[in-house]
């Protein structure tokens, strides 16, 4: 079945303690991005991947790190979690970034206390 | 960024009646797109209509596009109540040499029976 998987989908942890959401799509897609939703604000980018080893900042970067070694994956990083990180998180995909029909992950609900 | 922007922020109805949501944007796109959230999950893309286009099909779906306006409906006919969800436009502009996709905050439908 053609997916996007996240890993995990719930997380409750503390200020400062470096953690990693990861994301893992099986339809060989290029593009893949990671999302962040909040009430009021609706989904933000946060980072994107044009293709392995490249990728760029979307609107809402600070505080977080990607990388995209291999194809099929693109874990978010977050070195030193804080409050204001508390979010829902959703990775997407998509077969590059000219179709743009994307497809999404799960969600990874955090909480950072 | 851009952004689209959808209108109403909720919308109520009976069952068989028909949703229009609406959507605003403010610079030129490539394409628009409409997802469907269920609560919590992760966004399901349901049509994308290109900016040559000016109304689109899909089941019990209707897109229409105008770009002089800046603008785009979606209409759910013959509603059912399995079709409460959040819906969201994505807009799809072309800057710098790659694709990026925007969303607006959403349109809460509440569909009952």
């Known amino acids: 079945e053609a997916q996007v998987t996240q890993n995990p989908r719930y997380l409750i942890t503390v200020t400062g303690k470096k953690l990693t959401v990861t994301c893992s799509q099986n339809?060989?897609?290029?593009?893949m991005s990671w999302y962040r939703q909040d009430p009021g604000l609706g989904l933000r980018q946060i980072y994107y991947?044009?293709?392995?080893?490249?990728?760029d900042k979307g609107d809402v970067p600070e505080g977080y790190k990607v990388s995209r070694k291999e194809k099929r994956n693109f874990p978010l990083i977050l070195e030193s979690p804080s409050p204001n990180q508390t979010s829902l998180y959703f990775c997407?995909?998509?077969?590059?970034?000219?179709?743009?029909?994307?497809?999404f992950g799960p969600g990874t609900r955090l909480t950072v206390l | 960024s851009q952004q689209g922007e959808e209108d109403p922020q909720a919308l109520s109805i009976q069952e068989g009646e028909n949703a229009t949501m609406n959507c605003s944007y403010k610079?030129?796109?490539?394409?628009l797109q409409w997802y469907r959230q269920n609560s919590g999950r992760g966004l399901v893309h349901l049509i994308l209509?290109?900016?040559?286009?000016r109304e689109k099909h899909s089941g019990r779906l209707r897109v229409t596009l105008d770009t002089s306006k800046k603008s785009s409906s979606l209409l759910i006919t013959a509603s059912r109540a399995a079709d409460t969800a959040s819906y969201f436009c994505?807009?799809?502009?072309?800057?710098?040499?790659?694709?990026?996709?925007?969303f607006g905050k959403g349109t809460m439908l509440l569909v009952s029976p």
């Open positions: 991947s044009m293709n392995v080893e490249v990728t």
């Open positions: 997407a995909s998509s077969l590059d970034y000219r179709t743009n029909e994307q497809f």
């Open positions: 994505a807009t799809d502009a072309y800057d710098s040499g790659y694709s990026t996709l925007t």
């Open positions: 339809m060989n897609h290029e593009y």
């Open positions: 610079t030129s796109i490539n394409n």
């Open positions: 209509i290109r900016s040559n286009e």
